[in-house]
């Protein structure tokens, strides 16, 4: 039996996760942490919260994290704590080094005093900057990092610290940096649940002004089997691309969701780019495929399209949450 503390448990990908592994590994134990900020959200693990224990706390307070260390003896950590929001990082950039950077030294300093076997660490594509949409290449684990935003800073940052914790410390630890995710239980700030949410109010669909700009997508399920196959099999002190190959730009989803809901087009409407707006992302991810014999599951539009299907069976976990946006995407101008 191996014992798990999540980190960011309540959030998208934490609670996706948290519920894949009590599917998976029925045996183990999970321990969910999270401070519960606008983002979290209980309903999230309400399915599995008997089956769970919940810490309420900040990976930035030191003694918070080594209590709950301490209390419950994980074996591995996994970090998915982190603010993620790109229009609400260029308002606010400080809690995102403050979270980013800072609490996850902080977290990876209690680790390491308490001895945590392993700890893995959830990035993201964006740190390497972006690409053009022309680009013939991808970014592998070796790129440099260039980026060109708070929350791409700021989780480069934290992927920094990760590395420095293990050459100089020794603390074992991986890392994965993963493409768009989508799926249920998006907090719907995000494109795919925003959209969605939009079309079901019978609002128009904020799209920026450069709508072609893609990213590459991968459903959360796919995301999390990559991560058990990484604490299963892959390297200490690894790099994994998490990727899926498949690009699809804003006005894509726009249509998807559109297409799938049975509604116009008429309901797009554009707005000024965000500041710092990323062209292009896309990962070369052979390392895990190769390695550790990941591929991913979800076909693309099916995935959307029954994502797109579970926030419309779902209006009840979604609309009140909608109350709670940072960011009216609709707003930005031009140097602002």
Not at 8 to 30: M, T
Not at 251 to 270: C, N, R, W, Y
Not at 288 to 293: A, F, K, V
């Amino acid at each position: 039996m191996t014992k798990l503390l999540v980190t960011g448990a309540a959030g998208f990908i934490g609670s996706n996760f948290v519920r894949y592994w009590r599917r998976s590994h029925p045996n183990d134990g999970v321990v969910a942490l999270d401070i519960m900020s606008y983002a979290g959200n209980e309903e999230n693990l309400s399915d599995v919260r008997a089956e769970i224990d919940f810490a309420k706390a900040d990976i930035g307070d030191g003694d918070a994290v080594r209590s709950v260390l301490a209390e419950h003896s994980p074996d591995v950590v996994v970090n998915f704590a982190a603010e993620s929001h790109n229009s609400l990082a260029v308002l606010d950039p400080t809690r995102f080094f403050r979270t980013n950077v800072i609490g996850t030294q902080t977290l990876l300093e209690a680790c390491r005093q308490v001895g945590v076997e392993r700890f893995h660490h959830v990035s993201t594509c964006e740190v390497y900057g972006d690409m053009a949409l022309d680009d013939p290449g991808s970014f592998t684990e070796s790129s440099p990092y260039r980026p060109r935003t708070p929350y791409s800073a700021s989780k480069a940052g934290g992927d920094h610290a990760v590395r420095c914790y293990f050459e100089t410390f020794q603390l074992p630890v991986t890392i994965t940096n993963c493409s768009n995710n989508y799926g249920p239980y998006q907090y719907p700030e995000k494109i795919l649940p925003l959209f969605t949410a939009k079309a079901l109010a019978g609002e128009q669909l904020p799209l920026y002004q450069s709508s072609q700009n893609r990213r590459e997508w991968i459903h959360v399920l796919d995301h999390c089997r990559a991560i058990d196959a990484v604490l299963a099999k892959g390297r200490v002190g690894e790099t994994y691309h998490v990727g899926t190959g498949t690009e699809a730009s804003i006005e894509q989803i726009a249509d998807l969701v559109l297409t799938e809901l049975g509604l116009p087009s008429s309901m797009k409407t554009t707005v000024p780019d965000r500041p710092g707006h990323d062209r292009r992302y896309l990962l070369e991810s052979s390392k895990i495929r190769d390695e550790l014999s990941w591929q991913p599951e979800y076909e693309f539009d099916k995935g959307v399209r029954e994502t797109v299907r579970w926030y419309e069976a779902n209006p009840g976990w979604w609309r009140p949450l909608r109350e709670r946006a940072r960011v009216v995407e609709e707003n930005w101008k031009a140097g602002s």
